[in-house]
């Protein structure tokens, strides 16, 4: 999905400022007992604001990261294809 101010991935908040957004998603898996394999989605959440913030490498490691951690992803294709445009603004 594009937007005025970049590419959304699915499922995200998108806010104006994506930093608080990371900041909170960032304590929340530091939290004591916080199950990192229960919790793979965080990566993708943790992509939005790079993406707001154009910076598409960070936004494609927090996908692969996710990606590698949710093999079946039921959104696998569709993300694979947001890391895809990611990859040729990186290239440009």
Same mark, same amino acid.
């Given at each position: 999905? &594009? *937007?005025s101010s970049g590419y !959304? !991935?699915?499922? *995200?908040?998108?806010? $104006? @400022?994506?930093? $608080?957004?990371?900041?909170?998603?960032?304590?929340?898996?530091?939290?004591?007992?916080? @199950?990192?394999?229960?919790?793979?989605?965080?990566?993708?959440? %943790?992509?939005?604001?790079? !993406?707001?913030?154009? /910076? $598409?490498?960070?936004?494609?490691?927090?996908l692969d990261a996710y990606?590698?951690?949710? *093999?079946?992803?039921? @959104? &696998? @294709?569709?993300?694979?294809? %947001?890391?895809? /445009? %990611? &990859?040729?603004?990186? &290239?440009?």
């Open positions: 999905m &594009r *937007t !959304v !991935v699915h499922g *995200t908040i998108n806010l $104006p @400022d994506g930093a $608080p957004a990371r900041r909170a998603v960032v304590r929340l898996t530091s939290v004591r007992g916080f @199950d990192p394999k229960g919790s793979a989605r965080a990566h993708v959440y %943790l992509a939005n604001p790079h !993406v707001i913030e154009n /910076q $598409p490498a960070e936004a494609i490691a927090e990606l590698a951690a949710a *093999t079946n992803a039921p @959104d &696998r @294709d569709k993300l694979l294809a %947001l890391e895809s /445009q %990611l &990859r040729a603004a990186v &290239r440009k």
